[in-house]
């Protein structure tokens, strides 16, 4: 694990799960106290979170969820969508005794975001999520969140590559094929021509995800329907599938904390037609005997969280949205300073 200087490593015991948690004090004199508290995506952890850490002049925490970085490795029960994530943010916090604060959540953290908003409003002052997952979950849905099958056919643990999977668990560091973490990295996870020269840090990040039925990605079970597979209840990726998944109730929080929500154009994982979404891959043929776009349409991802946001806003709430043309998954690494501007900007309304 790399901690950058500045940055401080502790555990957090809790009833939950041993939680590990970094932390940075930038606070300046007259400043808010409210903390700025960081939730990971999938396949990573606190340390992606470090370099805006550093930026910023607050009071800072990034979480490891369970199954991540250094923290403990316990089985996510998918039945209960991305809670088992979302209760264990909730059990830090209330452990650390932090009672309120600008919660950011980025991809699958995103949706961990809000769920504790729906689940903990009390705690979340502001929120901000990062090129975050649907509310309606990751593929098979409409645009209204409905399912395209009752089993949620192409979503959760049986989507994931699994020589990825072997990879990530071998802690392979090679970049010989496609699916070696540093290539999934260069090409999903920020855009085409980034570099980076922490880039060993973040695959070292990855590298931390635990792997099994219980973790990462998850189990699958079988299905009538294309591609032949449906959700699992267990996992990760099954968390986020629209069977257990929906937290498009945020419309319905009282109150309702401010949203920023900021996305790059070139994201690769979350999209109107995402290239992680079964139904994109058997539109363009990459998986064969797809049934077409009536029965098996790609998840317009963004589309729905921009619907989400605006009933949001119709219903006395307020966002604001920041699309930065050319960024890919991670604006928080690939675009610095406008996302530290866009963040600091929302966190003292």
Same mark, same amino acid.
Not at 29 to 38: I, L, S
Not at 153 to 167: E, I, L, S, Y
Not at 209 to 227: F, I, K, L, M, V
């Given at each position: 694990?790399?901690?950058?200087?500045?940055?401080?490593?502790?555990?957090?015991?809790?009833?939950?799960?041993?939680?590990?948690?970094?932390?940075?004090?930038?606070?300046?004199?007259?400043?808010?106290?409210?903390?700025?508290?960081?939730?990971?995506?999938?396949?990573?952890?606190?340390?992606? #979170?470090?370099?805006?850490?550093?930026?910023?002049?607050?009071?800072?925490?990034?979480?490891?969820?369970? @199954?991540?970085?250094?923290?403990?490795?316990?089985?996510?029960?998918?039945?209960?969508?991305?809670?088992?994530?979302?209760?264990?943010?909730?059990?830090?916090?209330?452990?650390?005794?932090?009672?309120? +604060?600008?919660?950011?959540? #980025?991809?699958?953290?995103?949706?961990?975001?809000?769920?504790?908003?729906?689940?903990?409003?009390?705690?979340?002052?502001?929120?901000?999520?990062?090129?975050?997952?649907?509310?309606?979950?990751?593929?098979?849905?409409?645009?209204?969140?409905?399912?395209?099958?009752?089993?949620?056919?192409?979503?959760?643990?049986?989507?994931?590559?699994?020589?990825?999977?072997?990879?990530?668990?071998?802690?392979?560091?090679?970049?010989?094929?496609?699916?070696?973490?540093?290539?999934?990295?260069?090409?999903?996870?920020?855009?085409?021509?980034?570099?980076?020269?922490?880039?060993?840090?973040?695959?070292?990040?990855?590298?931390?995800?635990?792997?099994?039925?219980?973790?990462?990605?998850?189990? +699958?079970?079988?299905?009538?329907? #294309?591609?032949?597979?449906?959700?699992?209840?267990?996992?990760?990726?099954?968390?986020?599938?629209?069977?257990?998944?929906?937290?498009? @109730?945020?419309?319905?929080?009282?109150?309702?904390?401010?949203?920023?929500?900021?996305?790059?154009?070139?994201? +690769?994982?979350?999209?109107?037609?995402?290239?992680?979404?079964?139904?994109?891959?058997?539109?363009? @043929?990459?998986?064969?005997?797809?049934?077409?776009?009536?029965?098996?349409?790609?998840?317009?991802?963004?589309?729905?969280?921009?619907?989400?946001?605006?009933?949001?806003?119709?219903?006395?709430?307020?966002?604001?949205?920041?699309?930065?043309? @050319?960024?890919?998954?991670?604006?928080?690494?690939?675009?610095?300073?406008?996302?530290?501007?866009?963040?600091?900007?929302?966190?003292?309304?």
């Amino acid at each position: 694990m790399t901690v950058f200087p500045g940055i401080s490593s502790t555990r957090v015991r809790t009833d939950r799960y041993d939680a590990h948690v970094l932390e940075r004090d930038g606070r300046v004199d007259g400043g808010d106290d409210t903390p700025v508290v960081f939730i990971h995506g999938n396949v990573s952890s606190s340390l992606f #979170w470090q370099p805006t850490m550093l930026e910023l002049p607050v009071r800072s925490v990034a979480i490891d969820l369970r @199954g991540f970085g250094e923290s403990e490795t316990a089985p996510v029960d998918a039945t209960r969508g991305v809670r088992d994530f979302s209760d264990d943010v909730a059990a830090v916090l209330d452990a650390m005794g932090i009672g309120r +604060a600008h919660v950011v959540g #980025w991809s699958m953290g995103g949706g961990v975001a809000m769920q504790l908003l729906l689940d903990r409003p009390e705690l979340v002052a502001s929120l901000t999520l990062v090129s975050p997952v649907s509310p309606y979950g990751f593929g098979g849905t409409r645009r209204d969140g409905s399912l395209l099958t009752a089993d949620g056919a192409g979503t959760g643990g049986g989507g994931a590559n699994p020589d990825f999977v072997a990879r990530l668990a071998a802690g392979d560091r090679s970049d010989e094929a496609p699916t070696c973490p540093v290539q999934v990295y260069r090409g999903t996870y920020v855009a085409p021509g980034f570099t980076s020269e922490h880039e060993d840090v973040w695959v070292t990040s990855m590298l931390t995800t635990a792997t099994g039925e219980g973790n990462y990605p998850g189990d +699958a079970r079988a299905s009538d329907s #294309w591609p032949g597979f449906a959700a699992g209840d267990r996992g990760v990726l099954n968390t986020m599938s629209p069977v257990h998944f929906d937290v498009s @109730g945020i419309v319905d929080v009282d109150p309702k904390p401010p949203v920023l929500w900021v996305h790059g154009t070139a994201d +690769a994982i979350v999209g109107d037609e995402s290239f992680f979404d079964l139904n994109t891959l058997g539109k363009h @043929g990459v998986v064969p005997g797809w049934p077409g776009e009536e029965v098996a349409p790609p998840q317009p991802m963004v589309t729905q969280t921009r619907d989400v946001l605006e009933a949001y806003a119709q219903a006395g709430g307020a966002y604001r949205e920041l699309a930065l043309d @050319g960024a890919g998954h991670s604006a928080h690494l690939e675009r610095p300073e406008e996302f530290r501007a866009a963040l600091l900007a929302h966190i003292s309304t």
